[in-house]
């Protein structure tokens, strides 16, 4: 048995780690008296895991988690019980109820495709629409990655950026890939969008927001509490 749960995680709670977000939920869940299941062993923890982590300083709207259950609870009641003690900056948005989650993929090999949402600022802001048509128009998008102990190397992340497109006056939307099958690191097209414009501005981590989390099924992406994902093993 298994509860998955998409939450959010705002601003308030940005500069907290992946750790600390753990250790909160599992306290609250504690709190709430929820049918948490415990690992075997000198030091039981709660079966808890999370989707992909969110650099410190960033928050998100669309994270997830699994929690294994040692009796059945429904998706609405796991929801109330389980924000009724959680820190402002920190809500279970939507749960769902899995009966039998055997051969059932991790959230963190499932999840292959992240939205996020940058504030456009400077140039970013003044020729946005232009500058996003430019990116996407190119074959190759090269970045350097720095390795801690190894040698610098050279990516080409554009066949891992799917869509991009203008929210607002002062917001821009990228969808990428992430995850073991490919990240794109959203200061990475920054430096990509630097290319084309050397006035587009360096951006902090607090101008980034990770809106979503999908599953990329082949012929659409969808969210990991859908019937289509929770069914295929």
Do not use: C, W
């Not at 820190?87 to 749960?95: Q, S, W």
């Not at 959203?186 to 050397?198: F, M, Y």
């Amino acid at each position: 048995m298994l509860i998955r749960a998409k939450f959010a995680r705002d601003y308030n709670l940005r500069y907290i780690s992946h750790l600390e977000i753990m250790d909160t939920f599992r306290k609250g869940i504690r709190r709430a008296g929820l049918p948490g299941a415990y690992s075997q062993g000198f030091n039981p923890t709660l079966n808890l895991s999370l989707s992909q982590p969110l650099p410190v300083g960033m928050a998100g709207g669309g994270e997830y988690l699994d929690l294994e259950l040692t009796k059945p609870i429904n998706g609405e009641s796991f929801k109330a019980r389980l924000n009724s003690f959680l820190p402002e900056g920190l809500k279970i948005l939507a749960a769902r109820y899995i009966p039998d989650h055997s051969g059932l993929k991790s959230l963190q090999a499932l999840l292959n495709r992240a939205e996020y949402h940058i504030r456009a600022r400077g140039k970013l802001k003044q020729q946005k629409k232009e500058l996003i048509e430019d990116l996407m128009a190119k074959d190759k998008i090269i970045v350097i990655r720095k390795r801690r102990n190894k040698s610098d190397r050279e990516y080409d992340i554009r066949p891992l950026i799917f869509d991009a497109k203008v929210l607002a006056e002062y917001k821009i939307s990228f969808l990428v890939s992430t995850g073991s099958s490919g990240n794109v690191r959203p200061e990475e097209i920054i430096k990509a969008l630097q290319s084309l414009e050397s006035d587009v501005p360096d951006h902090s981590v607090l101008d980034f927001y990770r809106s979503e989390l999908f599953v990329d099924m082949g012929d659409k992406i969808i969210s990991p509490l859908k019937d289509q994902v929770l069914e295929e093993r």
